[in-house]
């Protein structure tokens, strides 16, 4: 039976499972196993194995023979292993792209409104008299939004004088994100009460999402992830041991 030797300890196999189950590790190595099973029958060429040893070399800083020597012995790994380690991310780019690259242009379209980007200025206050004297003194042009967020509002805003963004439709409070759904750049909107805040915001600018190189790379990323993390729940929940 096989033994591994770790800090002055000795461990068999039925020793390293407990381990792995007490220090909550047994998600990370079935992500790691079901990684290693969805890439085993993608081939690269032999111009892709060059680029990805290439690359991770580069994003390690490894330009000599010496610092790549230097490199494993601190990691305890081959020069096998390493490249074995370049060519799963390629392969598993691959992955991403031959699973779900046909399906980019229906997720985009399913959640660009949340993808589209807004600027827009804040001002969020607890005293809704105070809201509604803010709101007649921007609209009556007495002050400017920046001047009396940087004064009056009580969030973080107040350090760029209400401006906020540009940031993710997604991202932002459901009930606020209406509001500026249905605004018009420039349009201020009188005191509205959101979670324990009463606010003053205006749309500034909606930049609306480009379905661009970057983009789908991110949706072929995101939707790797939720399925990931989906597949190693389910063989969690399904986990057996064999003594």
Request: glycine share 6%; hydrophobic share 40%; aromatic share 6%.
């Amino acid at each position: 039976m096989q033994v591994l030797e770790i800090n002055g300890g000795k461990f068999q196999s039925e020793t390293l499972v407990e381990k792995i189950f007490a220090y909550g590790m047994m998600p990370q190595l079935i992500k790691e196993m079901t990684l290693d099973r969805c890439t085993a029958d993608i081939v690269l060429s032999a111009d892709e194995q060059k680029a990805a040893a290439q690359q991770i070399f580069q994003q390690l800083g490894i330009d000599s023979d010496e610092k790549l020597a230097a490199w494993l012995k601190q990691q305890h790994m081959t020069a096998s292993q390493l490249v074995a380690r370049a060519e799963r991310s390629l392969k598993l780019a691959k992955f991403k792209q031959e699973t779900w690259g046909s399906r980019v242009n229906a997720s985009f379209l399913e959640r660009k409104q949340r993808l589209d980007r807004v600027i827009y200025s804040l001002i969020c206050t607890k005293d809704f008299c105070v809201a509604q004297e803010l709101y007649f003194r921007v609209k009556g042009g007495e002050q400017s939004f920046d001047e009396l967020a940087r004064e009056f509002s009580q969030g973080p805003e107040a350090q760029t004088g209400g401006l906020i963004g540009p940031v993710e439709i997604g991202s932002i409070h459901p009930n606020l994100a209406k509001i500026l759904l249905a605004s018009d750049a420039g349009q201020l909107h009188t005191p509205t009460v959101i979670g324990d805040w009463i606010v003053l915001v205006r749309l500034e600018k909606l930049l609306p999402a480009t379905l661009d190189e970057a983009m789908q790379q991110r949706l072929m990323d995101e939707n790797f992830s939720k399925w990931l993390e989906e597949n190693v729940a389910q063989q969690m929940s399904t986990l057996i041991v064999h003594n």
